[in-house]
């Protein structure tokens, strides 16, 4: 549950809604008491309202729950500890369906009518892409969490900022050097024929190439596809490494046919954890993944070496050593992306703080301090590692994980560096006017 | 003799049993942006979504788990049983079935007493879900209003109906209120329906229900929602006001007929004050024949929750250039909805009427081809029981209890009033292998059980339109025919590829 109610619901050290509400009720006593004494209430205590851009219904819903469980988690830590400049936040859920059309309308709406601070929490791409336009239009801040190569790239606006989670660009870059280096030098790429995969089609062979290996192969499935053995014969016999990213709910009938077509002699498989957020890496059918490599941003189950903070994130959010929610073992969560909810209330936290957000009217100001951030250290704000943001194309660069499945787990073997994954910026959204 | 079926329900459904006209006597949300900001936008997205890079989150989700499942021997399997059964029924004496389901065990009587308190106290609920639809959380699934209307009402009740009985009856939100209202304003209703109007109202507005709930971009907005359904409730009683609210149940609500509808299916039966037990399906063997309208309201009822699942299918988005793994959203789609909607009423409808009048032909016994078709119908409702409990069964495991959560707590203001605002609402009863395994089994066992009984009803209805067993039989040949393969299309939707 969210919305005013929002960062009540919390598996585990839950907030306890009906303590949060004495908190909201008390505020709303004093918001009618007389008016000096609410003048300083508005001053002092007055919540910052982040509009949360919710995937709730359509075909992101199942990210959508996490993405909430996470900033409930988020919201209620920072609230704990004080709020942002003494003010406790406020989550006004508004559902987009996942529907483009609807994300603008959402973002109007947060704007207009809810009048919130900010617009917050957004994933699907089309969504981002579709609402970026509105609060450009509406100068609201709008901070997604949507991993996308869209607002590095350049083609969104000033408004539109990804503090908190890596881009796929830079994600694709940085594995590069690990599987030319661990997993075979001659990569054939399997990807859906459409834009996501586009972008692993494009970045990967570069990177491959820098780390001395070659792409032999890059076999473009149609997205309705549902039966995959006919693509098969097409991998060069000399792969050594089949680099994957199928997604969708044929992706278990993939790696299902995929093992009966090699037995046990393929070539090395390195995939993106992408393919199976939120589904069980032991269900029946993904049997030949065993032993193959994943990227992941950040680590669906615990590792021996997790840092205070990290232990401290996983409790908050809710989530077991094996990444499902604590108590409903089946409910897999979307570990690798759901962080960048919480690092990202974390960067509005610290630019509201140096902007000394009071208001609405210190927007731009708000966006300029996002932009003027550099560097967020491992902690407890920022759990799953050092991040460097560069301000000028508002995207935040950081480490990945790259893990090997054994054991029914996957155990990170690697962090690749934040160097791994930079790239020459393509865009300077500092020189557009606020 | 048909069985005793009832009397509500018959009553209500007797103004949709005109003569059918050609064949004779049997025969805002919110403060959205500006049109031209929209329009723009979405030019502009239309223009630049395939420039730019995307992340792709396209759920493995559960349907992953059953296309690993051995579907395609369920189809088999499933088209089978539903041939198998029209082949045992044809062996049997043909006013057999009839025989074993006119069965009645007497329960108990109940008073009417009851039923305007309980009709008030549900329009009382309803009010204050609408002002929560309006005040409440905004989020769809915190708020108590979609959860009720969609989940609760929508996939529940309708499930009761269909099990029980006539439970509406009681919960109506209208029927109180318009007995105060009459008790003020006297009970004469002003205007008499048309004869000839039939069912038409509560088609037109059934369809319009369908389209809301299906193509609508944003049916769980809790505001819109609630603008919605306090319109409804208020054109609706003021028709009541106008024409009655015994002609208005009959023809224009469609809510009620809906219901009614389905409560034909259920085991509790209501003889005036008392209360009988009887098999499943038992009350069909007592209609009457419909007319073109209730037949089509019929019909609709399954073709809408047929397009449903047909509209998210890879095959239907395929059809139309959609990437299903770049679902656009349903606005992208309303154009397409729109269509899907009518479409598979036609071919439904057009299927249908081909069966009955292949049949009339086959048994060539000169019953009239417009009551065949309008008693035959009625053989329909089971399947499309059937379908609903097929298609939401998911949402209302995991819906259910978001709804649970959201009424213990409808305006957000931290209140406990059922003790289940702290409830964890567990995602995972529907997620992973297994559950995919047993959700699969469930929906199928439903689906094959909806259409076994079918061919069981529309064998005792053509057994009272045709007397003798070979003209029963034969009748039977097409319309079983297209039941065996509406039994292969509703396995096919619960086990295709699907967003």
Known sequence: MTDRKGFFDLSGNRLSR??????????????????????????????????????????GAAYGRWYERTTNAAVKAINDAGGINGRPIEIIVEDDGTDAARGAEVVAKFANQHKTDIVYGTLFSHVVIASAPTAGELKIPYYVVSEGYHVASGKMNR??????????????????????????????????????????????????????????????????????????????????????????????????????????????????????????????????????????????????????????YRAAVGIDDNGAAVGDAKDVSTAAHMFGCWETLYVIKKAMEDASYKGPQDRAKLVEATEALTEFAEGPEHPQGKKVFNGKIHQVFGSQNISKLEGGKLNVVHKTTIEDGLYEPEADYTTQPL | MPAPFDA??????????????????????????????????????????????????????????????????????????????????????????????????????????????????????????????????????????????????????????????????????????????????????????????????????FFAFAWFELVDPAPDDPARLATAAGLYWLVSFAAMLAFGYRPWSRKGEFLTLFFTMVARFGVVERTGRRFVLCLPGAKLFGAAPLAASGMAFILLALSSVSFDGLSKTFFWLGRFGVNPLDYPGRTALMGIGAFGLVLTFLLLAGAFLLAVWLGQRLAGDGVPFGRAAGLLVWSIVPIALAYHVAHYLTALLVDGQYALVALSDPFARGWNLIGTAHL?????????????????????????????????VAHGLAARLHGGARGTVFSQVPLTLLMVAYTVFGLWLLSAPAV
Request: hydrophobic share 50%; with cysteine.
């Open chain 1, 159 to 312: 408004w539109c900022l990804q503090p908190g989670i890596t881009d796929v660009r830079a994600q694709v870059t940085s594995v590069a050097p690990w599987i030319a280096a661990n997993a075979g030098k001659k990569v054939t790429m399997i990807f859906p024929d459409y834009a996501f995969g586009y972008d692993h089609r494009d970045y990967l062979p570069p990177a491959i190439e820098k780390a001395g290996g070659k792409v032999v192969a890059q076999i473009a499935i149609p997205p309705t596809e549902s039966s995959f053995t006919k693509y098969f014969p097409q991998i060069p016999a000399e792969t050594e490494v089949i680099y994957h990213v199928m997604v969708g709910p044929a992706v278990l009938t993939f790696v299902k046919e995929l093992g009966d077509f090699y037995g046990s002699n393929g070539p090395k498989l390195f995939g993106f954890i992408d393919s199976l957020e939120a589904v069980d890496i032991n269900s029946p059918g993904l049997e030949y993944l065993d032993g193959s490599h994943f990227w992941e941003g950040s680590p669906r189950y615990a590792q021996a070496g997790d840092s205070e903070a990290e232990k401290a």
């Open chain 1, 18 to 59: 009906r303590t949060a509400l004495k908190g909201l009720a008390a505020g709303a006593g004093l918001a009618v008491a007389p008016g000096f004494v609410r003048y300083a209430q508005a001053q002092s205590s007055e919540p910052i309202r982040i509009g949360f851009q919710a995937h709730r219904t359509g075909i």
């Open chain 2, 8 to 205: 509500g329900v018959s009553a209500l459904w007797r103004d949709c049993e005109v003569p059918l006209p050609l064949a004779g006597r049997d025969k805002g949300w919110g403060s959205a942006p500006s049109v031209k900001q929209r329009r723009d936008m979405l030019c502009l997205l239309a223009v630049i979504a395939p420039l730019l890079p995307t992340s792709a989150f396209a759920h493995a989700s559960d349907r992953g788990h059953v296309l690993l499942l051995p579907t395609g021997y369920y189809l088999l399997g499933g088209a089978v049983a539903v041939a198998v059964s029209f082949l045992v029924l044809a062996l049997l004496p043909a006013t057999a079935p009839a025989r074993l389901w006119r069965r009645r065990l007497p329960l108990f009587k109940v008073g009417e007493g009851a039923r305007l308190a309980v009709s008030l106290l549900s329009f009382a609920v309803f009010a204050a879900l609408i002002v929560a639809g309006f005040v409440g959380s905004r989020d769809p699934l915190s708020n108590p209003l979609p959860l009720t209307i969609w989940t609760l009402l929508w996939a529940g009740l309708v499930l009761v109906q269909g099990l029980l009985g006539d439970i509406w009856r009681w919960l109506n939100p209208w029927y109180g209120p318009w007995r105060l209202a009459v008790g003020l304003l006297g009970p004469r209703a002003p205007w008499r329906l048309p004869a000839w109007l039939g069912c038409w109202p509560a088609f037109v507005l």
């Open chain 2, 424 to 456: 964890h609402v567990s995602a995972g009863i529907v997620a992973g292998a297994h559950s995919a395994w047993w959700l699969w089994n469930v929906q199928a066992g439903a689906i094959v059980a909806g259409h076994v009984l079918a061919v069981l």
